[in-house]
Each structure stands twice: as C-alpha cells, then as structure tokens.
C-alpha cells in the first residue's frame, strides 16, 4: 500500500540517526563516578528509547542505551532523572544520551570526553559548518523538520507500546482458550465421577477470565490502530517536512547519513538474528512433538495391553494422561512460538528494506558527478 510505502521510507530516515535535541557520548552514563537513578526498560532500540524520554518530560533528562552484546542479548534503555556528570567508556556497546539544556552542560564535568552540541561528543567530528550555512528559509524548515521527526518518534513507540500489549493479550487468550479445551476434555472424560464437577468448575471460571480478557482485547486493538493511524500521519507529515527542506536545497550532512547507515545495518543484523532463533526454536518444538506423538501411542498400546480394573491398567492410564497433557502442552508453544516467529520474521523484513534505504541515501550523497 501506499502509505506502507512513506512509513517505509520514514523509518529508514528515523531509525539509527543521530538524535536532535540531544548530546551523544560514548558509554554508559555516570553521575559523580555511579550510575546514577534511573529506570530501567527492555527491548527498546535507540530511538524508542529517545521517545519514552521525550514523553517522560523533565522526568528524563538523559537516557543511556545498550545494543545487544556480551552481558546481555536484549537491548536495554535506561531512563535517567539525575543530571549526567560523565560516561564510562569501558561499556563499549553502550551509548549515553543527554537531552541538550544549559542545566545539563553545566552538570557535565567530562573528564573523559568534551561537550558538543553537534550530536556527538567530539565536536570536531561532526561538522558543525552543515547547520550554519543553512539559510534562513532552510533553518525555519528544518526546525519544522526535526519538530515533525520528534513528533513522528513519539507516536511511533506508542503505536509499537500499544501492538505489543496487543500480542500479549492475544497469546494469554491463546492459553486461556487451551486450558479450557484441556479441563473440558477431562470433564468429559470423568463424567459421572466426583471428579467432573471439580473440572467443570474449573472450566467455568478460566471461560470467564478468557470472555473478560476477549472484551479488552477488542479495546485494546481499537486503541492500537487509532494509534497506528496517528503514527501513520505523523509519518507522512515527517515525510512531507522532509520534503519540503529537501525542496528548499537543504541536506542532511554525509556524516550523519553514514551513522543512519551504519544503524540500519546493525538492526538488521540483529532483526536477521532474532527471525532465525525464533524459527530455530519453532523447529525444535515441532521434532519434539513428533516424539511426544510416539510417547502418546506407546503409552495407548500399553493401556491396551492391561487387563479392566488392574493396578496395570491404572499405571497406564496415568501415563497416557501425562503423555497427552506433554503433546497438548508442546502443541500450544508451537502456536505461541509460531505467532513469534511471524512477528519477528515481518520484523526482520521491514528492518532490511530500512538498511537498504539508509544505504541507498548515502550512497547517492557520496557519489561523484
């Protein structure tokens, strides 16, 4: 669709770029030689980070991210409420990230590192000279830009807050629904036994939970995609700013296109690593249900075997049960493992096509006439 493809286009530019409004220093941060209060977030990437801190307000006056790496396989957002004094540079997967403000330049003691107000700490680097020889006329719309960029930023971790409460929902009512049929079948199975009426009652109370969760499902995805579509215009209206300062002769610095770059290719390293795990453990799941079948029939063949109202008979039974219960269980990590690995497949797909733009926009930039 048409507006798949700006939301596309908007991502490549958005996601692994350096960040307005902020300082970016290399390492953890450090407030006075600790770490400093803060709390702390999982599986965020660096600009879904930089957007719970917009949204935190003077809550949140730096953030530190961490990509995937030796201590941890996950990306990590730490959202600081303590003005930054320094950066510990021995984190080497770990970027420090101040919201830029008179208070938090004064704060910075930087023994390690200087500040700068050109996106990173090394002010040398980072070619200060693209933003003064901007016009007016370009100033004026780049600043509309990085004000719809930031807008963009905002909405879009909401929208990805709002789907992934969405998938939790949908796999606990996926459970829901297998314990049902499980407690059913055993009512069934214990019909005219003191037994039946304990699992029937069971049954009862998880078909209430999962009806209770089914209604807050629905307003839960009724939110999500109000939120999608406020992120989608706000994608567009980025795209357009964009556009627009593009139009007036303004450019983003070669510098800061090879960063996107460089971003773009490192998530989709990691989209690609994840999608293989997900179908790695899918694989394993599904040979393990083969052996699971083979035990469920052993254990029926035996039952077979053993004469009515034997203790044989009873042993038998019991296994035959737990043989079911193990192939039911493992039958439904399959379906939660499958819905993973879809997501993370459609993940891996949407970060590759960013990493192809973001490759494409500097190699159209550092090409020579």
Not at 37 to 55: D, R, S
Not at 184 to 199: F, V, W
Not at 249 to 270: F, Q
Request: aromatic letters at 4%; glycine letters at 8%; hydrophobic letters at 45%.
């Amino acid at each position: 669709r048409m507006r798949g493809a700006v939301l596309s286009s908007v991502l490549a530019v958005v996601r692994g770029q350096t960040l307005v409004g902020y300082i970016e220093i290399r390492g953890g941060c450090s407030v006075g030689g600790g770490t400093g209060t803060f709390v702390e977030h999982w599986e965020l990437n660096k600009t879904q980070c930089a957007g719970k801190c917009n949204i935190a307000g003077p809550d949140c006056v730096a953030f530190e991210h961490t990509t995937p790496g030796a201590q941890h396989q996950y990306d990590k957002c730490e959202m600081h409420s303590e003005f930054i004094t320094d950066s510990t540079i021995g984190q080497a997967t770990s970027v420090c990230v101040i919201k830029d403000s008179p208070a938090a330049e004064a704060a910075w003691a930087g023994a390690t590192q200087k500040w700068g107000r050109s996106g990173t700490a090394n002010p040398a680097a980072a070619s200060p000279s693209a933003a003064a020889a901007l016009t007016p006329e370009q100033q004026t719309l780049k600043t509309k830009l990085d004000g719809a960029e930031l807008a963009y930023n905002i909405a879009h971790v909401a929208h990805q807050e709002a789907a992934m409460t969405v998938f939790n929902m949908e796999e606990n009512a996926t459970r829901l629904e297998h314990e049902h049929m499980l407690l059913s079948e055993k009512a069934l199975a214990a019909a005219g036994t003191p037994k039946e009426q304990e699992l029937l009652a069971k049954a009862e109370a998880v078909e209430k939970v999962l009806l209770q969760l089914e209604v807050d499902l629905d307003t839960a995805m009724t939110e999500e995609l109000r939120l999608g579509t406020q992120a989608e215009n706000m994608g567009i209206a980025f795209a357009d700013a964009k556009g627009a300062f593009e139009a007036a002769g303004g450019t983003i610095p070669v510098a800061e296109l090879k960063t996107r770059m460089d971003a773009a290719k490192s998530e989709s390293t990691l989209a690609a690593a994840e999608h293989t795990a997900g179908k790695n453990l899918l694989s394993t799941l599904e040979t393990k249900a083969i052996k699971l079948e083979e035990q469920s029939l052993a254990a029926a063949e035996a039952l077979a075997l053993c004469n009515p109202g034997t203790a044989c008979e009873t042993e038998a039974k019991l296994k035959v049960e737990a043989a079911h219960d193990a192939a039911a269980a493992n039958g439904l990590e399959i379906e939660i493992t499958r819905m993973h690995a879809e997501k993370l497949m459609l993940a891996a797909e949407a970060a590759a096509i960013h990493a192809d733009e973001a490759t494409l926009a500097y190699q159209e930039a550092t090409v020579v006439p």
